[in-house]
C-alpha cells in the first residue's frame, strides 16, 4: 500500500543492492521522477530504512485505536492495583511508540 504520511517520499521502498558491501534505497518522486539514496554499507540498516514507511503507518495506527485502561485511581477488584500499574508495560510501550512517531515526524511526543 502507498504512505504518504507528513510529506514523506511515499512507500512503500524497498533495498537494492549494488554489491556485497554497497546497498540502497530506490525512490520515486512522482511517475517521471526517481532517484537513488547514498550508497548503505550494510543490507540490514537498508532493509530498516525501507520499512520506515510502513512501520510509521503501523505505530500511528496503533497509538491512534489504543484503548488501554489508565488511571491512578485503585481497583479493589484487583487487589488494589491502579490501571496505570496493571497496564505499565503496555503504555510504556505505547509511550514509545508516542516518541517514535514525533521523531519521524518533528512533532511534540
Not at 12 to 37: F, L, Q, R
Not at 38 to 59: G, Q, T, V
Not at 60 to 69: L, P
Request: charged share 20%; net charge negative; glycine share 8%.
Amino acid at each position: 500500500m502507498a504512505s504518504n504520511i507528513g510529506g514523506f517520499t511515499p512507500g512503500p521502498w524497498s533495498a537494492m543492492s549494488w554489491s556485497a558491501t554497497e546497498h540502497y534505497i530506490p525512490e520515486v518522486w512522482n511517475k517521471d521522477e526517481c532517484g537513488i539514496s547514498d550508497s548503505i554499507a550494510k543490507l540490514e540498516d537498508a532493509r530498516l530504512i525501507a520499512a520506515a514507511p510502513e512501520l510509521l503507518e503501523a505505530l500511528k495506527w496503533m497509538v491512534e485505536h489504543d484503548e488501554t485502561w489508565e488511571g491512578d485511581t485503585p481497583l479493589p477488584d484487583h487487589s488494589g492495583l491502579t490501571w496505570n500499574e496493571i497496564n505499565s508495560e503496555f503504555i510504556a510501550g505505547l509511550n514509545k511508540a508516542r516518541a517514535a512517531i514525533a521523531k519521524a515526524t518533528g512533532a511534540q511526543p
